[in-house]
């Protein structure tokens, strides 16, 4: 089944043509540029099925077996298969399929393990921390009392000394690891035993890097964490929504602070996609693909470094890459503009070393569109031309859409 098909075929194009526009315009646009935001993948049709399915008319409050409304007999066979593949995917005891994002099932986390008030210790906002992370602009900031710790200011990695001084000065009750930002594989054995030593829950918000621990092409943070956090999109390549692990000793506590606490009516047709992206994910191409997208990461981090952009830490363990692209000649949101004009899509973000803007760039999509090393080579140095203003943005745009065309995320 194809996208395009779908569209044409479905009676959507007859009853809101508008719309329908809008839809097949999306699809361009991702089919002819090329999608580098770390967070962003093509899901597979399977999942985008689900996502269109009947399951989306269901009411569905509560948990399998103890529903409020009637008439979950099939959306509970479903949830229950979502919640037995992210067990044995992850190796949890517990798993929580609900939370509409991550940031709901970071709110979650907070809600199972935290009192209003609860100091917390996590990386802070300018090194790569999320928005869940402590911002003064979200709930987090308001109703915690946040500590940021940082990054070493020339490695660009986490300041372990630092994380263990402000642990045992602060004394929080719970640890965040995880980041937006962070190239690096986390030390989840060290926050461990960081947590233990100072008496506090450990929160592995690891969003970005499940699809690789899935995939098993980076360190799972379920032996570690007492709750992991997590996205069912970016490199997992489920839906857009959240999930959450944990032993059985929390798996109350958890599921309590998704429902009744945080979320009303869980939507069931996410989960339908979540299940369906967990099973894609439990397959051997799975793996082979989540190692291709870091061998595509380093690859791209190497070229880019090599055009004279600054990468942080040096390198990638993972899909994402952080670069300072002013030896160029252009800043951070200049660059992102000039590649957007060019058909390259990334973001901006705040580099570790003082207050600079930089680009972040992620794998996990073009690698899902079945590219390699050898347009990652093509890229950074397309990326260096582009930014260096050697060629005309509406030059490479030509030679992107080409690419992107040898590439079709949704082919047929
Ligand atoms: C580390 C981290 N936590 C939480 C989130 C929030 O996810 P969502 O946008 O689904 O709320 C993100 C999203 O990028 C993230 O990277």
Not at 159 to 170: G, I, N, P, S, Y
Not at 219 to 229: E, G, K, R, T
Request: with cysteine.
């Amino acid at each position: 089944m194809s996208v395009t098909h779908t569209l044409e075929a479905d009676v959507l194009r007859r009853q809101d043509p508008q719309l329908a526009d809008i839809l097949l315009g999306e699809l361009e646009r991702q089919s002819t540029t090329l999608q580098l935001i770390a967070a962003e993948n093509y899901t597979s049709p399977a999942v985008l099925a689900a996502l269109g399915s009947p399951l989306a008319n269901k009411y569905a409050e509560g948990y399998p077996g103890s529903r409020y409304h009637g008439g979950c007999e099939m959306v509970d066979v479903a949830e229950r298969l979502a919640v037995e593949r992210a067990k044995a995917l992850f190796g949890a005891e517990h798993a929580n399929v609900q939370s509409h994002s991550g940031s709901s099932a970071v709110l979650a986390a907070y809600a199972a393990l935290l009192r209003p008030g609860d100091t917390v210790l996590a990386l802070g906002l300018p090194y790569g921390g999320h928005l869940t992370h402590g911002s003064p602009a979200n709930f987090s900031g308001r109703w915690f009392d946040f500590v940021g710790y940082g990054v070493d200011a020339e490695t660009g990695l986490i300041d372990h000394d630092q994380v263990r001084t402000l642990a045992l000065a602060h004394r929080p009750k719970a640890i965040v690891c995880g980041s937006i930002a962070y190239p690096r594989h986390i030390d989840y054995a060290f926050f461990r035993d960081i947590a233990d030593e100072v008496g506090a829950y450990l929160i592995a918000d690891a969003a970005h890097p499940m699809g690789l621990v899935a995939g098993g092409a980076a360190p799972s943070p379920v032996p570690y964490a007492d709750v992991v956090c997590a996205t069912t999109h970016k490199v997992l390549r489920g839906p857009r929504g959240g999930m959450l692990l944990c032993g059985a000793d929390l798996a109350e506590r958890v599921d309590r602070a998704v429902f009744p606490f945080t979320q009303g009516g869980a939507q069931m047709h996410t989960i339908a996609a979540k299940a369906v992206a967990f099973g894609e994910a439990a397959t051997p191409a799975f793996a082979v693909y989540a190692h291709q997208v870091v061998a595509n990461a380093r690859v791209l981090a190497a070229g880019l470094a090599a055009e004279g952009l600054v990468v942080t830490t040096g390198g990638t363990d993972t899909h994402l890459i952080t670069a300072d692209p002013a030896p160029l000649g252009v800043d951070g949101r200049a660059a992102r503009g000039r590649l957007a004009a060019a058909g390259i899509v990334l973001d901006c973000c705040a580099l570790p070393h003082g207050d600079v803007r930089g680009l972040r760039l992620g794998t996990a999509a073009v690698t899902t569109q079945g590219m390699g090393e050898k347009e990652m080579v093509w890229l950074a140095a397309t990326m260096a031309r582009v930014l260096k203003g050697e060629t005309e943005s509406q030059k490479v745009r030509e030679e992107v859409r080409e690419l992107a065309g040898g590439f079709p995320p949704y082919p047929g």
